[in-house]
């Protein structure tokens, strides 16, 4: 099982059926819900409505595949959102029950200046743990609740009391995604290291920096250590997914998934180091 994974985020023209046997024919594992076509919200995917689901069972089952997490767009830094974010949660968990997919992906996200950091990320502990509640409650903890690091939310000062928040909630794990703890130039090993014990799946991608602004770049081509976090987490006993993030439906010039996804293998396999090579069509 190679545990390479891509999320719909990089696909965004790509029926679901055309999904599934790209992610095949390219050689992944499984694959990341974020959005299908045009739709965004995951109760209302058409391939996870109650009347389809035969149909997405049979045709991830025919392909040696499945669905790893559904990325969602809750938040909860805005309290004026708050109530709207639990629901989109609620839904999302819910569809994941049905569905068997293991978890959501939600966010901090953002501390506004002049806004205080502490109420901030109490609000943002509250809102995990409504929902990990409400997923013990009504799947018996078969949906867990990851949060991404992005935004705000991503280095040690801001997570760590949001972590201790949180030690008592089992259904809580982060979603670590590389290139946003590369960006504040905070050290790997030392973010490894603290949260570890959390890490339930990776964000892989590419970039460099160029007066301050962050461009991406196919995997291989930017200057993120790629191979220096997967050997740190490998070494380190994960056991997750290595999920490739191709940010197309908000960047939509860069270059497309049929590029981007078949170099992401080409560079995983680097990492990986098996003597097998996967086929690429």
């Known amino acids: 099982m190679q545990r390479l994974a891509f999320s719909t985020l990089g696909c965004p023209d790509w029926s679901f059926e055309e999904i ?10 499984a694959i990341e819900i974020r959005g299908i076509k045009d739709e965004l919200r995951t109760e209302k995917i058409s391939a996870f409505l109650p009347e389809n689901m035969d149909e997405t069972n049979k045709l991830l089952k025919d ?40 978890a959501i992906r939600v966010f901090g996200d953002a501390i506004p200046p002049g806004e205080d950091a502490a109420v901030i990320i109490r609000r943002v502990a509250d809102g995990i743990r409504d929902l990990c509640n409400y997923s013990a409650d009504h799947t018996g903890g078969a949906v867990s609740i990851w949060q991404e690091i992005h935004g705000d939310f991503n280095t040690p000062d801001v997570l760590l009391p949001l972590v201790g928040y949180l030690s008592d909630v089992p259904l809580y794990g982060i979603l670590w995604d590389i290139e946003h703890t590369f960006r504040v130039g905070t050290d790997p090993v ?83 180091n098996k003597s097998r090579k996967i086929i690429i069509h």
């Open 190 to 272: 030392a973010f490894y290291n603290e949260f570890k014990h959390l890490i339930r799946h990776t964000h892989i991608k590419d970039c460099i920096v160029e007066d301050g602004k962050l461009i991406v770049k196919l995997p291989g081509e930017g200057a993120l250590p790629i191979k220096k976090h997967y050997n740190l987490l490998e070494n380190g006993g994960y056991e997750g997914l290595y999920s490739f993030e191709w940010e197309k439906r908000w960047k939509p010039d860069i270059p497309e998934p049929e590029i981007a996804f078949k170099q992401y293998i080409r560079e995983m396999e680097k990492c990986i």
């Open 20 to 29: 599934i046997e790209n992610a095949a024919a390219y050689g992944f594992s």
């Open 63 to 102: 392909n040696n595949l499945f669905i790893s997490n559904v990325g969602t767009s809750v938040n909860f830094h805005d309290p004026s959102n708050y109530s709207a974010a639990i629901d989109e949660g609620k839904n999302a968990i819910d569809t994941c029950k049905r569905a068997g997919i293991p």
